[in-house]
């Protein structure tokens, strides 16, 4: 006993469906794998990273960083000598907020930081053989 046409087509549909959803599926996971596309665009676009790394550091020491100091002529006796510690302890807190994201994305910039270093020395080897 064969199977009805209409049973035919339903099967064929869920196989359908099933292959749909599959590729729906592939792309999102794909979509949401934060640390390849991380990765892929650091190798793409290495210099705008360091540099926009470079220009975040320096807004931060610019903007983040100490005021001036004015010089003081007398200490005040109601100022207690604790007030040193908090800016100690301020600049503890950022080296800390700045080891915590080394140990993150040092495993995503690892691979990235060793190939544009050994490119750039191949390319610097590369042209000093050809001056020689």
């Known amino acids: ?31 949401l794998d934060f640390r390849r596309r991380f ?10 990273w360091i540099g926009g790394a470079a220009t975040a550091g320096l807004i931060a020491t610019v903007f983040g960083g100490r005021g001036v100091k004015s010089r003081r002529s007398a200490v005040s006796p109601l100022v207690p000598p604790a007030s040193q510690g908090v800016t100690a302890l301020t600049k503890a807190g950022w080296l800390a907020g700045a080891l915590e994201l080394g140990k993150f994305l040092f495993p995503i910039l690892r691979p990235v930081v060793v190939e544009f270093v050994s490119n750039a020395a191949q390319a610097g080897l590369a042209k000093r053989s050809r001056q020689q």
């Open 39 to 48: 990765t892929e665009s650091f190798r793409e676009h290495p210099l705008r």
């Open 1 to 31: 006993m064969s199977p009805s046409p209409e049973l035919l087509k339903l099967q064929q549909s869920v196989r359908e469906s099933r292959t749909a959803i599959s590729r729906e599926y592939a792309g999102l996971v794909s979509d």
